[in-house]
Nanobody
Framework: QVQLVESGGGLVQAGGSLRLSCAASGRTFSTYAMGWFRQAAGKEREFVAAISWNGISTYYADSVQGRFTISRDNAKNTVYLQMNSLKPEDTAVYFC?????????????????WGQGTQVTVSS
């Protein structure tokens, strides 16, 4: 069982930066692939970024490639999402998720555990 708690969301102007954190409970965090997803108001949840259990492999949605960076610290049971050059269209609730499948996973159906989400609002 893994419990996930996101933090770091907030209000930022376009062009600004935020770093989201996702703290995980449980002794097996380092065995899980992790991902970030987001859901804007009135839209379906979409994939943002994923990272393998050891941090070697990462994968990004085209919409955030080059602006967002996913990373993890297994010693701290935490995964991060550094978001730079933020745009109003990045406004959403951001969720972290854990998958016990190998590699980087982009489908939400591959993720077993989910956090409650943190709101990110980018003003123009």
């Amino acid at each position: 069982q893994v419990q996930l708690v996101e933090s770091g969301g907030g209000l930022v102007q376009a062009g600004g930066s935020l770093r989201l954190s996702c703290a995980a409970s449980g002794r097996t965090f380092s065995t899980y692939a992790m991902g970030w997803f987001r859901q804007a108001a009135g839209k379906e949840r979409e994939f943002v970024a994923a990272i393998s259990w050891n941090g070697i492999s990462t994968y990004y949605a085209d919409s955030v490639q080059g602006r967002f960076t996913i990373s993890r610290d297994n010693a701290k049971n935490t995964v991060y999402l550094q978001m730079n050059s933020l745009k109003p269209e990045d406004t959403a609730v951001y969720f972290c998720a854990a998958s016990n499948l190998y590699g980087t996973r982009w489908s939400e159906y591959d993720y077993r555990y989910w956090g409650q989400g943190t709101q990110v609002t980018v003003s123009s």
